[in-house]
């Protein structure tokens, strides 16, 4: 039997379990507003006039409000000078100043009202009655549409030009965070491996990693975590169907979570049993390869 395969059962992993995201710190305040000021620098280098973030990672990088991305507007504007404004549906607008980190200033439009003409309204408001305008590259393009429509005398240009910029370079407390979402998918990992025994069913192993996410601090991703078996592991985005595990199959798990809104991402494949010849061979050239990469990488 492969080392570390087998051998418990869900009920004595999760026994064992803690909370490993106890002592993670979040992000703070005044980085917040460090990554504000690091974009409007880049805004007055680039001569933009505001950035328009959409319910997205970016509203999240820069402002800490984490909102789910739905049909309705929700979003801020960093303006090149000034304090970031918040933009709301009317009827969530406690919601998301409840939310707010720092700064008070929500503009909120009605259902009958252009959501967009609001942002191309703020923007103005804030000084800016022309100008080149930076919109969040993964704004909706039905949004898009209406803010080009809207504000037409206006020039658009990507915001990933500030964003990625500012995102690229990770601080000794993402870093922290980023560390922290993997030791946990790592033994999220370990215990899912020890609970394989021939006869279980990817849709049993999946369900005990969504208990072992929560059982060691992390926040589960939307979804099905994947688990493969046999040949359904040369599909490594999925399949529609349960597998039921047999010896000498090759095995799949994609796991990650988050904690403080920081992502883990970490898939491992190995035996059920006894290697093959053949399995044994790819499975050392894929690590050959892997380890020629690490060795090839370096700053810069």
């Known amino acids: 039997m492969t080392i570390g395969v087998g051998g418990s059962t869900p009920e004595a992993e999760l026994a064992r379990m803690r909370d490993m995201s106890a002592g993670a710190v979040p992000i703070g305040t005044d980085e917040l507003q460090a990554r504000v000021a690091r974009a409007q620098d880049l805004m007055k280098e680039r001569g933009i006039a505001a950035l328009y973030l959409d319910s997205s990672p970016n509203l999240f990088y820069f402002t800490g409000m984490n909102l789910k991305a739905t049909e309705r507007l929700h979003g801020a504007v960093i303006p090149v000078e000034g304090p970031v404004t918040y933009l709301s549906p009317a009827f969530e607008e406690p919601k998301t100043r409840s939310m707010l980190k720092f700064g008070d200033d929500i503009r909120v439009w009605e259902e009958h009202e252009d959501p967009t003409a609001l942002v191309i309204e703020t923007i103005e408001s804030l000084g800016h009655a022309s100008g080149t305008v930076a919109v969040d590259p993964a704004t909706p393009f039905f949004t898009f549409d209406g803010l080009r429509r809207a504000g037409n005398r206006y020039d658009f240009a990507n915001g990933a030009a500030i964003t990625t910029p500012c995102r690229s370079v990770k601080t000794a407390a993402e ?72 010896d000498g199959d090759m095995v799949l798990l994609d796991l990650g979570g988050f904690v403080h809104g920081y992502r883990s991402d970490i898939t491992r494949t190995y035996v059920f049993g006894e290697p093959t010849a053949r399995q044994r061979e790819v499975w050392d050239l894929e690590k050959k390869a892997q380890l020629a990469g690490f060795a090839a990488a370096q700053l810069g």
């Open 175 to 246: 870093i922290a965070l980023l560390k922290c979402a993997n030791e946990i998918t790592i033994e999220v990992h370990k215990s899912a491996a020890r609970i394989l025994r021939e006869g279980i069913t990817t849709t049993e192993v999946s369900a005990f990693v969504v208990e072992a996410y929560r059982g060691f601090g992390l926040t589960p991703p939307g979804g099905t975590p994947f688990a493969l078996f046999g040949e359904a592991t040369a599909y490594p985005h999925g399949v529609p169907y349960p597998q039921t595990l047999k």
